[in-house]
């Protein structure tokens, strides 16, 4: 298994404060990416970053901002959380830009009160 | 009309069974396509990529056809193992030099004994 760790795994928290999600991988790769998972969704693009310091949008980035400071790290943060926000928040990661495969990390469950 | 329509689901079939599953893509310049199969509350992994002169892997046989847009899995001699949602994923160049997977909403399966 690629080697993608997320913390929290779990975290309740109430509307209105900020929640950073942390996403660490050992595998070197370029391409990082956060996703949240809804029912009735499906996986949906937050942000992604393609090198250190090199982040882009996706479809549903509203709310969310990203940093990516060091290749191994790629961070999520709800400034403002609010209940829309309660998701399962996944991280992957991918070697090239092509994009053939993308290997997720163990998911963050976040509930926002 | 939706980037990645899939079966709504769920199946229900017996070991043994064999069972398919259909996906339809929008985007005409889509250019590589996935099986990826998520088990309950876990992360989602790839089953196998979809080849244009269709592709087998043990039991698993995937199917692509360009000119309808249209990709399929098949599962033959089902396993109480097969149990999970299978989502179907399609890569596409987005802006710039980045690449953009879309996710179908995936289809529950659930292998009765």
């Known amino acids: 298994d690629a080697g993608i760790t997320q913390s929290p795994r779990h975290k309740v928290t109430e509307t209105g404060t900020p929640v950073t999600l942390r996403c660490h991988q050992t595998?070197?790769?370029?391409?990082m990416y956060w996703y949240r998972q809804d029912p009735g969704h499906g996986l949906r693009l937050i942000h992604y970053s393609y090198g250190v310091k090199d982040t882009d949008k996706g479809e549903v980035s509203d709310g969310y901002s990203v940093s990516r400071s060091k290749t191994e790290d790629f961070l999520l943060t709800l400034e403002s959380a609010t209940s829309s926000q309660t998701s399962v928040y996944f991280c992957a990661i991918s070697a090239d830009r092509v994009v053939h495969e993308q290997f997720f990390g163990p998911g963050t469950r976040l509930t926002v009160l | 009309r939706k980037e990645v329509e899939q079966d709504p689901g769920p199946f229900n079939v017996p070991e043994g069974a064999t069972v398919a599953f259909n996906c339809t893509y929008s985007?005409?310049?889509?250019?590589?396509f996935f099986w990826y199969r998520q088990d309950c509350r876990k992360e989602p992994k790839l089953l196998m990529s979809?080849?244009?002169s269709g592709n087998e892997d043990g039991r698993f046989t995937a199917q692509l056809n360009r000119a309808s847009q249209y990709i399929s899995l098949l599962i033959r001699d089902s396993k109480l193992s097969d149990s999970a949602t299978y989502l179907c994923?399609?890569?596409?160049?987005?802006?710039?030099?980045?690449?953009?997977?879309?996710f179908g909403k995936g289809t529950l399966l659930t292998v009765n004994p």
């Open positions: 985007n005409s310049a889509s250019q590589s």
């Open positions: 979809v080849y244009s």
């Open positions: 595998e070197n790769h370029r391409y």
């Open positions: 994923v399609v890569n596409r160049r987005g802006g710039g030099s980045n690449y953009k997977l879309t």
